[in-house]
């Protein structure tokens, strides 16, 4: 069902009458689809699932939610350990 | 041509022009007769040249340098595609018997390799494999004293198929085996995890990815010797194949009824086999390895033996992945990259991609 | 790995686990829908990280483990017959038919293979116009574009050797037959974060609101997983109940437009069986009539294939999240990963096969 990895669209073109792309997850590239996500451009990011991009991933949505989850732990150092469990 | 019939006279009569037949392996290299001769004289004996192979007898006789026990093993090997990047069969062979003898502590001397060609292979194909060989057992530092050939219908052999056996002398005093961890060693691992399996996924074509990935397939016998230097009891040596690092450490945990116990977090990967990893659906550290080795050594060692593995070229990134504990024993556990614990247990049958 | 590895980041996951024994004061079950995030739950340990006051239960969304008996039966009937290249995803090559699996098939002659895309399956039909390729189109909504567009696109390109083995499955309405369930007790879901990316999550708010549950879209790193529920457990402990995503990197309210245009186009609804569970009524996907050309069932004749599941296996029990893994009397012992009797043992995601890798044997 799931396993979708990020990748960053390094050209873009069509065949067979598909918008189409390759990606690279990090040294490794593969052909991917990018059909239903047809505004994406080079060095965006998708979320590739069985050779397909099944959503754009929004690196500004990805800093934000680290930045929110880095704030729970400064929250912690500055209450203290207190009502944490060991 | 009948399938049935490999005289060479045969083709002879059907053929517009003499034919040599030095382009291609048909049946008549493999009946024993003087194409068989040529091509070994022509094709086998140059690259892997050497006295006892070249008195061609039927069997080779060699002396050892030394007495004391010999380490023994075979192989046989089966890859596809038969050239990858990083690497071949032929490469593969050498490598991957050398290495078996090499786990044992022992100093690898001899090679034989026995040859199934498909008929219909390209000569040329079969010069490149032995010129690897060549260089591969230059490398080791080892002979391929005898060798046979035959040749197998076509559609009935992958190209090539190549069985070795190795023999190596081993030193005195080196006593290395499966069951000889125990509680308190620490375990190193060479370096990084899963090349030479996601080279050669790549190289096939069937899933249609490219990676930046190299076989890491090499001798190790060199670094073996060195580190023995650092350390004369290393207690367990393997190389981790098929089925990866974790695989290797449960044998290892079995025979010697220890457990041992991994960091997630230091093994080592490099970024485009942990991409085509997370993107199949792959764990790396089942991944095959063909130039890597596990040696579980005394702990006062470890400095010592990690040391000597960085300074040479196929250990840079030597370092210590976990250690040997008593319990739970014949399990081998994983602190996960998050804390949390899992236990690492041996692969069920082939990796396969998966999509969720 | 960008955006990979930062959500596997040691200090953030315990800055959240901390939070999420901070905020619980009593016992909670939650559900995570996805087996990709059952598999790394077990994967990083992270339920053995979590507070023992919250359990949480592997849902069914595993397609490889939902596909239902007689469809594998039928793949490996018509897998079996000459001439046929038979494509699928890795894992369900090792599902057990009612004798055999596809695997086997290949043993024996056939032409199986896998792929990793459907549009690969498109080309080998392309490639080999004297064979029959047929696809083995299973999943949930998240696979259910992909495989769309090899239907699509094998029309598209006049392909008359392109077949799909279809067995589609939807995840609303398995939350609402958990949920309906007499016997159920999920009062959260972690729900999966890629079918949401493709079908948005505008259909769970008024389940949250009909049965007072929490959802929560979540996603798969272990970062993820532990942000999920802590969203999860703040909304039960304060008595709320809505939808939230908190795959908001990748996942819209919304969802992909055209993916779901062309799942509309190609796809209708319809009932479904799900293994060892029972036929949930709407809640899966089988082409449109008009497409009926492309359906393997009909060419190849298989549509009667009947079977029936080992009476040893709980794989349905499971699946519902109402047994784990070790209470099944055949776990570890007749039902291994070498020798399994149903398919949440075969899938490296489902939930059996990740308890026996990650050495689950006893009750936690």
Known sequence: MCLGVPGKVKETYEANGLKMGKVDFGGVTREVCLEYVPETEVGQYVIVHVGFAISQMSEEEAEETLDLLRQIIDIEEEVGPEGGVA | ?356 | MKYVSEYRDAELVKGVLDEIHRTVTQPWVVMEICGGQTHSIVRYGIDQLLPSEIELVHGPGCPVCVTPLELIDKGIAIASRPKVIFTSYGDMLRVPGSERDLFSVRATGGDVRVVYSPLDAVKLAQQNPDREVVFFAIGFETTAPPNAMSVSQAQALGLDNFSVLVSHVRVPPAIYAILGSPHNRVQGFLAAGHVCAVMGYWEYPPIAEAYDVPIVVTGFEPLDIVRGVLHVVRMLESGEAAAENAYTRAATFEGNKPAQALIERIFETCDRKWRGIGVIPQSGWKLRPEFAAFDAEGRFDVADIQAEESPLCIAGLILQGLKKPHDCEAFAKQCTPEQPLGATMVSSEGACAAYYRYGRFATE
């Open chain 2, 1 to 356: 041509m009948s399938e049935k019939n490999n005289q060479v006279t045969i083709h002879g009569l059907v053929c517009p022009r003499p034919l040599t037949h030095d382009d291609i392996v048909v049946l008549g290299h493999g009946s024993g007769g003087k194409m068989t001769q040529d091509l070994i004289i022509r094709t086998f004996y140059p690259p892997l040249e050497n006295p006892a192979l070249m008195r061609g007898d039927d069997a080779a006789v060699v002396e050892l340098p030394q007495s004391g026990l010999l380490a023994i093993s075979t192989d046989a090997h089966i890859v596809a595609p038969l050239f990858f990047p990083g690497g071949d069969i032929g490469r593969l062979a050498v490598a991957g018997t050398v290495n078996d003898l090499a786990v044992m502590g022992a100093q690898p001397l001899w090679l034989t390799a026995s040859f199934i060609l498909e008929e219909g292979l390209p000569i040329f194909i079969l010069e490149k494999v032995l010129e690897s060989m060549k260089a591969t057992a230059h490398e080791a530092g080892v002979d391929v004293i005898a060798g046979d050939t035959k040749v197998a219908e076509r559609g009935k052999a992958d190209g090539i198929f190549i069985t070795t056996s190795g023999i190596g002398v081993i030193p005195a005093g080196r006593e290395v085996g499966g069951a000889k961890a125990e509680p308190g060693d620490a375990v190193l691992l060479s370096g990084p995890v899963g090349e030479h399996g996601i080279a050669v996924l790549a190289a096939r074509g069937e899933l249609e990815f490219e990676a930046d990935v190299i076989s890491d397939v090499a001798p190790l016998n060199g670094l073996i010797e060195t580190m023995f230097r650092a350390c004369p009891s290393i207690h367990v040596l393997r190389d981790p194949t098929r089925g990866g690092v974790a695989t290797t450490l449960n044998e290892i945990a079995r025979q010697s009824e220890v457990s041992i116990k991994i960091d997630e977090k230091t093994i080592p990967t490099t970024l485009p086999v942990m991409a085509a990893c997370e993107m199949l659906g792959f764990d790396p550290f089942y991944v095959a390895n063909e130039g890597k080795v596990v040696a579980i050594v005394p702990a006062e060692y470890t400095d010592a033996v990690l040391k000597t593995m960085r300074a040479h070229p196929l250990g840079k990134q030597a370092v210590r992945i976990g250690e040997v504990t008593a319990e739970p024993a014949g399990r081998v556990l994983m602190k996960t990259a998050i804390g949390g614990t899992r236990v690492v247990d041996v692969l069920a049958g082939e990796m396969l991609p998966r999509i969720c």
